[in-house]
């Protein structure tokens, strides 16, 4: 049982480029999000899913963009990278009314 | 406009000792309210939850104190131990838990 899987752990992006964060989860969980966290501030919702085909944007959506075919898999898309977008993101996953379970985290520097 | 606030970014406490974290709200709505403990280069990792319609919740050392008028919450582990050492986040969401809002974390000590 692996819980959240992240991919890849770390990576390096120029400017404008794009690219997209893995994360799958086993436990059958309906729910699903991505967070980013920067230095000093907690974690920040970019998008989450309530179920296979249903997204909705959080906090600070723009610059991201997600789907959700399966229940497993919910992958992040950077359309073209800015330096704003460096951080570390976490995929999460729960049911609902129970605390989220969370990947180990992408650090991501866009230079 | 900071929803969730930690106001401590630290707090230093002896092995053995009782460890208060305190976290405010802004937000009425909120329905449920949970804590999570991060250790360096790790996600995040669920601790202990709250719903609104109860002042009290204990798991083992922790427990989590819930005071819908003042707005505020805070968790109390005791005995404190030194794995107990990691940033401690609150979050906050309304009803299902799926949005969560998180507050700035405070980084626990516990010393020898």
């Known amino acids: 049982n692996a819980g959240v899987t992240q991919t890849p752990k770390f990576q390096v992006l120029k400017t404008g480029q794009s690219m997209t964060l893995q994360c799958a989860q086993d436990m059958n969980h309906e729910y699903m999000s991505w967070y980013r966290q920067d230095p000093g501030m907690g974690l920040r919702l970019i998008h989450y899913s309530v179920g296979a085909g249903i997204t909705d944007q959080g906090e600070v959506p723009n610059g991201y963009n997600v789907s959700r075919s399966t229940t497993e898999d919910f992958p992040l898309r950077l359309l073209s990278a800015a330096p704003s977008q460096t951080s570390v993101y976490f995929c999460?996953?729960?049911?609902?009314?129970?605390?989220?379970?969370f990947g180990q985290g992408t650090r991501l520097t866009v230079v | 406009d900071q929803q969730v606030k930690q106001n401590s970014p630290s707090l230093s406490v002896q092995e053995g000792r009782i460890s208060i974290l305190n976290c405010d709200y802004t937000?009425?709505?909120?329905?449920?309210f949970l804590w999570y403990k991060k250790y360096p280069a790790e996600g995040p990792t669920f601790l202990i939850s709250?719903?609104?319609?109860?002042d009290k919740n204990e798991d083992g050392r922790f427990t989590v104190f819930l005071n819908k008028s003042a707005k505020h919450l805070s968790l109390h582990i005791v005995p404190s131990q030194p794995g107990d050492s990691a940033v401690y986040f609150c979050?906050?969401?309304?009803?299902?838990?799926?949005?969560?809002?998180f507050g700035q974390g405070t980084r626990l000590t516990i010393n020898p």
């Open positions: 999460a996953s729960s049911q609902r009314d129970r605390g989220s379970f």
């Open positions: 937000n009425s709505m909120f329905d449920y």
């Open positions: 709250i719903s609104s319609i109860k």
């Open positions: 979050a906050a969401s309304g009803r299902g838990a799926q949005k969560l809002v």
